[in-house]
C-alpha cells in the first residue's frame, strides 16, 4: 500500500484527462482535492464508486471539493466512461503509471489465491495548502463521498 502518509505534503503530478486537457494538482492550489485512484473504468465496483462521487458531486462542490480519478485507462477508456456514466469530474489518463507510482497505489493483490500486480483502489484528500488531510486504504464504494465528508467534520 502507499507509503503516504496523512499531514504530508501531496507529491506534485500532471497528467492528460479524458479530453486530452492536461490537469496538474498545481491547478487546484487552494482547493480541497479528492484524488481517487481506482483500477479500471467500467468494472462493477469502480462504476459504484464513480456513480456515488457523480451523484454527490454538488454536496461535494458545496463543500469546497473537485474531484480528479485517475487509472491506468487510457483517454479514450476514460471518454467512454465519462460519457456512459455521464461523469462531471476529469479522469486522468496515467498509462505509464508515473502519477500511480508516486502515491503508492500499485503493487501485489490477490484475488482467488492468485497473486498479481495491480493498482490498489485509494482515495487521498489533499487541503488547500496542498498537505494530505485523509487516506482511505479501502474506500467504501456505495458511500465515499458519504465517508468523505463525514472525515472532514470529524
Known sequence: ???LTEGQKAPAFSGKDQNGKK???SDYKGQKVILYFYPQDSTPTCTVQACNLRDNYALLKKEGFVVIGVSPDDEASHKKFEAK???PFPLIADTQNA???KYGVWGEKQMYGRKYMGLHRTTFVI?????I???FLKPKSKQHAEE???AQTA
Open 1 to 3: 500500500m502507499t507509503h
Open 23 to 25: 490537469i496538474s494538482l
Open 85 to 87: 456514466n455521464n461523469l
Open 99 to 101: 502519477i500511480i507510482e
Open 127 to 131: 487541503n488547500e495548502k496542498g498537505i
Open 133 to 135: 488531510s485523509k487516506i
Open 148 to 150: 468523505i465528508i463525514a
